[in-house]
């Protein structure tokens, strides 16, 4: 069973940073891409970054491009999100999801229709 757990989510000051982890179990990272995502309150949930599974490319929406950084450890099933110089608007539940890409061609990307699977979330909360 393909299961996904986020953790390392917080409350933090503005300026602070978090490292956001999701752990797969049932399921090897080489043949899906990954994302992150996030929801705030009254918002629609939207991509932050994304990590393709053949190679590793990145995607990063452009409100997180040079704070956020998408990794991956593929021996230990767990993808990360280093997320920096944290702001007010950066509170939401992040969330990371898995789409099922054994070719290796497709780029990930960040539209969350593409992706099957999906964490229960974890807050992240930047607050002084």
């Known amino acids: 069973q393909l299961q996904l757990v986020e953790s390392g989510g917080g409350l933090v000051q503005p300026g602070g940073s978090l490292r956001l982890s999701c752990a797969a179990s049932g399921f090897t990272l080489d043949y899906y891409n990954m994302g992150w995502f996030r929801q705030a309150p009254g918002k629609e949930r939207e991509g932050v970054s994304c990590?393709?599974?053949?190679?590793?490319?990145?995607k990063y929406a452009d409100s997180v491009k040079g704070r956020f950084t998408i990794s991956r450890d593929i021996a230990k099933k767990t993808v990360y999100l280093q997320v920096n110089s944290l702001k007010p608007e950066d509170t939401a539940v992040y969330y990371c999801?898995?789409?099922?890409?054994?070719?290796?061609?497709?780029?990930?990307?960040?539209?969350?229709?593409?992706?099957?699977?999906w964490g229960q979330g974890t807050q992240v909360t930047v607050s002084s």
């Open positions: 999801a898995a789409e099922f890409e054994p070719t290796g061609h497709a780029m990930c990307d960040t539209y969350p229709d593409k992706y099957g699977y």
């Open positions: 990590i393709s599974s053949s190679d590793g490319r990145t």
